[in-house]
T-cell receptor, first 113, second 113 residues
Framework: AQSVAQPEDQVNVAEGNPLTVKCTYS??????LFWYVQYPNRGLQFLLK??????LVKGSYGFEAEFNKSQTSFHLKKPSALVSDSALYFC???????????FGKGTRLHILP | NAGVTQTPKFRVLKTGQSMTLLCAQD?????MYWYRQDPGMGLRLIHY???????AKGEVPDGYNVSRLKKQNFLLGLESAAPSQTSVYFC????????????FGPGTRLTVL
């Protein structure tokens, strides 16, 4: 069965500093990996995805993520955090052998002014 | 385009009552999903559909039923609501290809007393 782990419930970063939100996964078959962001009282918005190819993928709002097959990780990164980046971030995975998309529990990102 | 819409936005039920949540999408997506979001639990997949007339169970299907009679609509039913079903429910849709991202609705906040 596929699963996603986001080991940190909350991450605090000072504005202007780089940020990382961690995600590890477990699937049988090839993984399709996604990051979504949720602002208060809103639905989820797609940020970026890894399907195949280059391990570093770039997405919306200056975010990027690095796929590491050996560590089964897909950490979300941004070089310089903004206060407006404060939100709830979800990692999700789908296996090439299945139709289900499974989400992690989410990581709340606080960017401190 | 409206994208993914959900009806209703809020609802309060008494234990044992029934209700149906409606999800509609105007993007001609083949796949549709129902998730519930609870604090500390992230998003958990209830049921999903890979096309008109098809449905499948997700991670937490008990107590829910679904139907996909039309491609653009995906209904989630609670036959006998329980307080444990108090949650925020999100619908999502996506294209058929495995690596396609999901588009989410704004959510339905359901309280069962």
């Amino acid at each position: 069965a596929q699963s996603v782990a986001q080991p940190e419930d909350q991450v605090n970063v000072a504005e202007g500093n780089p940020l990382t939100v961690k995600c590890t996964y477990s699937v049988s078959g090839n993984p399709y990996l996604f990051w979504y962001v949720q602002y208060p009282n809103r639905g989820l918005q797609f940020l970026l995805k890894y399907i195949t190819g280059d391990n570093l993928v770039k997405g919306s709002y200056g975010f990027e993520a690095e796929f590491n097959k050996s560590q089964t990780s897909f950490h979300l990164k941004k070089p310089s955090a903004l206060v407006s980046d404060s939100a709830l971030y979800f990692c999700a995975v789908r296996s090439s052998r299945d139709d289900k998309i499974i989400f992690g529990k989410g990581t709340r990102l606080h960017i401190l002014p | 385009n409206a994208g993914v819409t959900q009806t209703p936005k809020f609802r309060v039920l008494k234990t044992g009552q029934s209700m149906t949540l409606l999800c509609a999408q105007d993007m001609n997506h083949e796949y549709m999903y129902w998730y519930r979001q609870d604090p500390g639990m992230g998003l958990r997949l209830i049921h999903y559909s890979v096309g008109e007339g098809t449905t499948a169970k997700g991670e937490v299907p008990d107590g829910y039923n679904v139907s996909r009679l039309k491609k653009q609509n995906f209904l989630l039913g609670l036959e006998s609501a329980a307080p444990s079903q108090t949650s925020v429910y999100f619908c999502a849709s996506s294209y058929l290809r495995a690596g396609e991202e999901q588009f989410f609705g704004p959510g339905t906040r359901l309280t069962v007393l």
